[in-house]
């Protein structure tokens, strides 16, 4: 059997095009048959035409002709442009763009393969109907959407891990750099206490040296103060990004939990179970009623 190097899925849905327009395009032909065949029996009633009869009723047979042919060839195109629609819908869904290629319409070698596909598919007489062959193993769009939402929510709980993770670390840091920051800031503290009760027991050469070495300590001191600064300020930049891409992800995440459970809600099991659970409850209603026609008055 002849292929088109598609998927058996994919194959299946250009088999079913093809058989909806070789129904169109039988009728048609069938109105261009009986287009000839009331020209027949409505004008060719005589034995003999003159020339300007004969043009005319040729003249008359021409226009029918091709208002139906020129009817068949729009429909055949807006048709086409419907079935690109669904196409391109499905697609922009998941932030897809399709392109087409037009000159590939007019390929002859394509053409002729797209001809030996339809004469096997169409003409062997063993072949069973395409209806009821392939419809148990055609799986409904609601479901392949459901798949890759499943997908992308597993994605985004996965990132949302990871940030927790890293938001979890930069806690950490950011905890820890303030820790650092009060013991420097207790030391400096504890320091000035120091040089205040000694000023008065020692010299002023000793003082004057104990002061340089104070002055270098809290230059160092501030020094390495104002580094850990811009560490805690960078920290708590990296803080305040995280918990934005982890509202970011929860977000995503919820959208993407309502649009499964919106889809659900659409696929056939779910209203088949909603039909049973109401027939069941006016079952049970009805079974209620009853009862209390016959349970005993107080």
């Known amino acids: 059997m002849a292929e088109l190097g598609l998927n058996e899925h994919h194959q299946n849905e250009v088999i079913n095009y093809m058989r909806f327009a070789r129904s169109r395009r039988g009728l048609r032909l069938k109105t261009v048959d009986s287009c000839f065949q009331d020209l027949k029996e409505s004008r060719l009633v005589e034995e003999t035409f003159t020339v300007d009869e004969v043009s005319e009723v040729l003249s008359g047979l021409q226009a029918v002709v091709y208002s139906e042919v020129e009817s068949e060839l729009i429909n055949t195109a807006h048709t086409n442009v419907l079935l690109l629609r669904q196409l391109f819908f499905q697609a922009e869904k998941w932030y897809l763009k399709l392109q087409t290629d037009i000159s590939e319409l007019e390929n002859r070698e394509l053409l002729e393969q797209v001809a030996e596909f339809e004469k096997a598919e169409f003409t062997s007489s063993n072949k069973k109907p395409i209806l009821d062959t392939l419809k148990p193993k055609l799986a409904p769009l609601n479901e392949g959407g459901t798949e890759l939402l499943n997908k992308e929510i597993e994605r985004l709980q996965e990132e949302n891990e990871k940030l927790k993770s890293r938001?979890?670390?930069?806690?950490?840091?950011?905890?820890?750099?303030?820790?650092?920051?009060?013991?420097?800031?207790?030391?400096?503290?504890?320091?000035?206490?120091?040089?205040?009760?000694?000023?008065?027991?020692?010299?002023?050469?000793?003082?004057?040296?104990?002061?340089?070495?104070?002055?270098?300590?809290?230059?160092?001191?501030?020094?390495?103060?104002?580094?850990k600064t811009e560490n805690q300020k960078s920290l708590e930049e990296n803080l305040a990004t995280a918990k934005h891409d982890l509202l970011r992800v929860q977000e995503q995440l919820s959208m993407a939990e309502k649009e499964l459970d919106k889809k659900f809600q659409q696929t056939a099991a779910y209203r088949n179970m909603k039909e049973i659970l109401t027939r069941k409850n006016d079952q049970i209603k009805d079974l209620r009623r009853r009862l209390a026609k016959y349970e005993p008055e107080d």
């Not at 800031?185 to 050469?205: C, H, M, T, V, Y």
């Open 167 to 227: 938001l979890k670390t930069i806690e950490i840091q950011a905890t820890q750099a303030l820790d650092e920051k009060s013991k420097l800031e207790r030391a400096l503290q504890d320091l000035q206490l120091d040089q205040g009760n000694q000023k008065d027991f020692i010299k002023a050469q000793d003082l004057n040296d104990l002061e340089n070495t104070v002055a270098a300590l809290k230059s160092e001191f501030q020094k390495t103060l104002n580094d």
